[in-house]
């Protein structure tokens, strides 16, 4: 049974809480608090598995909340719930959420999150893969400096300036940004020649993202493995990114999930770095049973560690406190199936975009590939979407080679 701490100030929406969750009571057990102290005090009292906060509220704010919540009970599942026109707003605000509601409060959206969450969090803390992760001494870290954009964008009004100073810390990154992003790959019909022409020609998130996955592959410099090159797995990641941000936008979803599909993409391998360089023999073996029986990678890494670098890239990015529909995308990249069917969703995209991707890899290189999970597609109602999806990646595609 899952035990839910529901805070909301208004009595009229705490009252239509109560009936509409009657029905789930042998589920969840509920408990409701109808301000941020209240909810403290309740936490000091019991442990829950989820919080789901309002973010508008006197006295302590949902986002100040769930900030305190996320420290002292970090295992705790962090939901804010909004109205869908403040859903932006406060996405970019807070970072302390693992997932965002919309209100007014639906029974079978919150259903169908609840199953999602559960669901990430089994697979994460699945025993083979707690061992796997114990046995790897140094994880890497989110990132210094995409921290410090964070922060940026939380302040009231983010400004251009500050988070292209911030960026400018890093010469040697900048200058790859911008090698990256002035490749036809982006598109831009102007060249891009510093950090706040590239933030307003590409946008805050897409910048931060690139920065995000720069820096975590810059952790990885000194990596030397016979049989991925850093380079190679940058360009893929890219690739992916820019093709799950492409099927995202023509799915004409909210603008969070078109940045959550490009940011997954680019990081939906980053768990293969983690394996080569940690634990290099067995990832040899793995590479080896992978060329010997030709069965894919994640199939390969799965027999040999116990585990595969779509869960070990999910648990990294878990714990960093991204949200959960980037660790999702990342951790089921491979068997969406192991996730719940939803409309469109990151994983979606990603998974097919690396499909696509690997699918054209292999009839040049040889080797296995994922295959579409075209079941998956039709349990999320998008099965009549793919031919769309292809033509959208093809287009991406056309401007690959100038990366
Ligand atoms: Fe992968
Ligand atoms: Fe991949």
């Not at 982006?186 to 020609?201: E, H, I, K, R």
């Not at 394996?275 to 799965?302: F, G, H, K």
């Amino acid at each position: 049974m899952k035990s839910i701490l529901f805070v909301d100030d208004e009595v009229s929406a705490r009252e239509e809480l109560e009936r509409t969750l009657r029905p789930m009571s042998e589920e969840w057990e509920v408990v409701y608090a109808s301000s941020g102290r209240e909810a403290l005090a309740k936490l000091t009292k019991n442990s829950f598995d989820m919080a789901v906060v309002d973010m508008d509220m006197p006295g302590m704010s949902g986002a100040q909340l769930l900030t305190e919540i996320k420290t002292r009970h970090p295992q705790a599942i962090r939901i804010l719930m909004a109205d869908r026109c403040d859903q932006s707003l406060m996405r970019r605000s807070v970072v302390s959420a693992h997932q965002y509601l919309p209100k007014p409060f639906k029974l079978d959206l919150f259903k169908t999150m609840v199953t999602r969450a559960a669901t990430l969090r089994e697979r994460l803390a699945s025993e083979s893969l707690r061992q796997l992760a114990d046995g790897i001494d140094s994880l890497p870290s989110l990132p210094a400096l995409y921290r410090e954009l964070q922060e940026e964008l939380q302040s009231r009004e983010p400004s251009i300036d500050k988070v292209a100073r911030i960026i400018s810390k890093d010469m040697g990154m900048v200058t790859k940004i911008l090698q990256v992003i002035n490749s036809h790959f982006f598109g831009l019909l102007t060249p891009v020649s510093n950090p706040a022409q590239a933030v307003s020609m590409l946008g805050l998130d897409r910048v931060k993202a690139l920065v995000l996955s720069m820096q975590v592959f810059a952790q990885f410099k000194e990596y030397r493995h016979p049989f991925i090159s850093l380079d190679v797995l940058w360009r893929h990641g890219l690739v992916i990114g820019a093709y799950a941000r492409a099927i995202a936008k023509e799915e004409k979803t909210s603008q969070d999930l078109v940045d959550d599909a490009f940011t997954a993409g680019l990081l939906h391998d980053v768990g293969i770095l983690v394996l080569a360089t940690n634990l290099p023999d067995q990832y040899t073996q793995a590479v080896a049973l992978m060329q010997n029986r030709r069965v894919t990678e994640w199939e390969a890494e799965c027999e040999v560690l116990g585990a595969s670098h779509a869960d070990i890239g999910g648990y990294l990015l878990g714990t960093w406190g991204l949200s959960d529909a980037i660790v999702e995308a990342v951790a089921f990249h491979h068997d969406p199936m192991r996730s719940v069917s939803q409309p469109f969703s990151p994983l979606a995209a990603v998974h097919v975009a690396n499909a696509l991707e690997e699918r054209e890899q292999a009839a040049v290189m040889g080797g296995g590939y994922t295959h579409i999970d075209e079941d998956y597609l039709a349990a999320c109602g998008l099965g009549s979407r793919l031919p769309i999806w292809q033509s959208v990646c093809q287009e991406v595609a056309r401007s690959r080679n100038s990366l």
